[in-house]
């Protein structure tokens, strides 16, 4: 065998690793866990077929949630909204509202920080506020962050300190370029009260209005579920722990025990490193893909999307160098090589070099076809995986170079030059 054609073999033999032992990273059916009866069923087989053993909390006396048959609870938790906003004015009429709007049985309310905007940010909530009504709002300036701070994390330590102090059970962090269904917060809590789980996050349906954003912005939804198989983090005994940032409903009482988000105070992949945390307090956790939370923040030119990644790629490899030689060799092997076999095998009548290369490349499309359905996007995107991979590879490069000539992770006129890394504990 030729040296192209045992890289196509290397390549192919990673897929078929990829598509048997990765969690069935490729499927997209995670959707809220269920609620009412189907919950029972559900608790019991995470927790090994005992039926009681959500009920116990340190010691605490069993809590029991009935429901009306319909999978909802009698008696619904007081929820704070936290919203943690920086120059976001262009965003916010597309989603505060839909905060506002809210049809929740409890008492809830909501939380926005102005995180030192300098576009109005805090004065337009208000007059969202005023002009739609709805959940009660209230608007807290934090000042700049402490050092050691992220401008989010910071941002989140004042939200939620204002909000535990008015004793909810749950508190829902949420980005402000995300929009909610008016059901979303029902829904989200019925999951977590019903399943008992101390963590609920779904990844909003991010937009895909522009060329750039149909090519790119699937491919990195894929990407996280490949690196985070949902099915392996809402397993009994998981396997990996991940969270999205942007819809995040979290128990305060394990908010508490888990230190956050003092504990988590430099991380810049924050939703992995919460999750990590509220893991090791021993909390509950699901995650999966969302149907009715959507991110209405544009993307519309590869400039915009390329700082979006590059901005904490090197940070997902703990600013590594060998992580990221063995993740571009990664790449370049398991996306790059098939297409690469394939041409040049036809082309120089090296069959097997083809043959793999040929089979490796509709295994990659193939997996990557449900995704593109999640997103409502032609299924000829598929073969063109390779190319967005090839993208994604430069960002991480240029992430890693922009954080070894000090500038690190930017966002919103800041700069980390070198945070820490999301602590690596499952």
């Given at each position: 065998?030729?040296?192209?054609?045992?890289?196509?073999?290397?390549?192919?033999?990673?897929?078929?690793?990829?598509?048997?032992?990765?969690?069935?990273?490729?499927?997209?059916?995670?959707?809220?866990?269920?609620?009412?009866?189907?919950?029972?069923?559900?608790?019991?087989?995470?927790?090994?077929?005992?039926?009681?053993?959500?009920?116990?909390?340190?010691?605490?006396?069993?809590?029991?949630?009935?429901?009306?048959?319909?999978?909802?609870?009698?008696?619904?938790?007081?929820?704070?909204?936290?919203?943690?906003?920086?120059?976001?004015?262009?965003?916010?009429?597309?989603?505060?509202?839909?905060?506002?709007?809210?049809?929740?049985?409890?008492?809830?309310?909501?939380?926005?920080?102005?995180?030192?905007?300098?576009?109005?940010?805090?004065?337009?909530?208000?007059?969202?506020?005023?002009?739609?009504?709805?959940?009660?709002?209230?608007?807290v300036?934090?000042?700049?962050?402490?050092?050691?701070?992220?401008?989010?994390?910071?941002?989140?330590?004042?939200?939620?300190?204002?909000?535990?102090?008015?004793?909810?059970?749950?508190?829902?962090?949420?980005?402000?370029?995300?929009?909610?269904?008016?059901?979303?917060?029902?829904?989200?809590?019925?999951?977590?009260v019903?399943?008992?789980?101390?963590?609920?996050?779904?990844?909003?349906?991010?937009?895909?209005?522009?060329?750039?954003?149909?090519?790119?912005?699937?491919?990195f939804?894929?990407?996280?579920?490949?690196?985070?198989?949902?099915?392996?983090?809402?397993?009994?005994?998981?396997?990996?722990?991940?969270?999205?940032?942007?819809?995040?409903?979290?128990?305060?009482?394990?908010?508490?025990?888990?230190?956050?988000?003092?504990?988590?105070?430099?991380?810049?992949?924050?939703?992995?490193?919460?999750?990590?945390?509220?893991?090791?307090?021993?909390?509950?956790?699901?995650?999966?893909?969302?149907?009715?939370?959507?991110?209405?923040?544009?993307?519309?030119?590869?400039?915009?999307?390329?700082?979006?990644?590059?901005?904490?790629?090197?940070?997902?490899?703990?600013?590594?160098?060998?992580?990221?030689l063995?993740t571009?060799?990664?790449?370049?092997?398991?996306?790059?090589?098939?297409?690469?076999?394939?041409?040049?095998?036809?082309?120089?009548?090296?069959?097997?070099?083809a043959?793999?290369?040929?089979?490796?490349?509709?295994?990659?499309?193939?997996?990557?076809?449900?995704?593109?359905?999640?997103?409502?996007?032609?299924?000829w995107?598929?073969?063109?995986?390779?190319?967005?991979?090839?993208?994604?590879?430069?960002m991480?490069?240029?992430?890693?170079?922009?954080?070894?000539?000090?500038?690190?992770?930017?966002?919103?006129?800041?700069?980390?030059?070198?945070?820490?890394?999301?602590?690596?504990?499952?």
């Amino acid at each position: 065998m030729s040296t192209l054609a045992w890289f196509a073999s290397a390549s192919l033999a990673a897929w078929v690793w990829l598509l048997l032992g990765q969690g069935s990273f490729w499927r997209t059916d995670q959707r809220l866990p269920p609620t009412g009866r189907d919950a029972g069923h559900a608790r019991e087989a995470r927790d090994g077929g005992r039926p009681d053993a959500h009920e116990d909390r340190g010691g605490a006396e069993p809590v029991v949630h009935e429901d009306r048959g319909g999978g909802e609870p009698v008696a619904w938790p007081r929820v704070v909204v936290v919203v943690p906003a920086r120059d976001e004015a262009g965003v916010l009429p597309l989603s505060l509202p839909s905060l506002l709007a809210q049809d929740y049985p409890g008492v809830a309310e909501v939380v926005l920080v102005d995180d030192g905007s300098t576009d109005g940010t805090g004065g337009l909530a208000v007059e969202l506020a005023g002009r739609c009504g709805g959940l009660p709002l209230t608007v807290v300036s934090p000042g700049e962050p402490e050092p050691g701070w992220t401008g989010k994390l910071w941002a989140l330590r004042h939200g939620m300190a204002l909000a535990r102090a008015r004793g909810p059970e749950f508190l829902l962090l949420t980005d402000a370029d995300i929009a909610h269904a008016p059901d979303s917060l029902r829904l989200l809590v019925s999951a977590a009260v019903e399943n008992d789980l101390d963590l609920v996050s779904q990844m909003a349906r991010l937009r895909t209005a522009s060329a750039w954003e149909r090519l790119i912005v699937p491919a990195f939804v894929y990407f996280f579920a490949q690196l985070y198989p949902f099915r392996w983090i809402n397993r009994a005994r998981p396997r990996a722990t991940a969270a999205a940032g942007g819809c995040v409903l979290l128990r305060t009482e394990t908010a508490v025990a888990a230190g956050v988000p003092e504990v988590i105070r430099q991380a810049v992949i924050d939703d992995v490193s919460l999750a990590r945390a509220v893991r090791r307090a021993g909390g509950r956790i699901w995650l999966g893909l969302a149907e009715r939370v959507d991110s209405v923040r544009p993307y519309p030119g590869l400039g915009e999307l390329w700082r979006m990644v590059s901005r904490s790629a090197y940070a997902q490899l703990r600013h590594n160098p060998l992580l990221l030689l063995g993740t571009v060799a990664g790449l370049v092997v398991v996306y790059l090589v098939p297409p690469v076999a394939l041409v040049a095998g036809a082309a120089g009548g090296d069959a097997p070099a083809a043959w793999a290369g040929g089979t490796a490349w509709a295994a990659m499309a193939g997996s990557y076809a449900p995704m593109l359905r999640h997103y409502r996007q032609p299924l000829w995107l598929a073969p063109l995986l390779p190319f967005t991979a090839s993208l994604y590879l430069l960002m991480t490069v240029d992430s890693a170079v922009r954080h070894h000539r000090g500038r690190g992770a930017a966002w919103k006129g800041r700069t980390y030059a070198r945070p820490e890394a999301a602590p690596d504990h499952h």
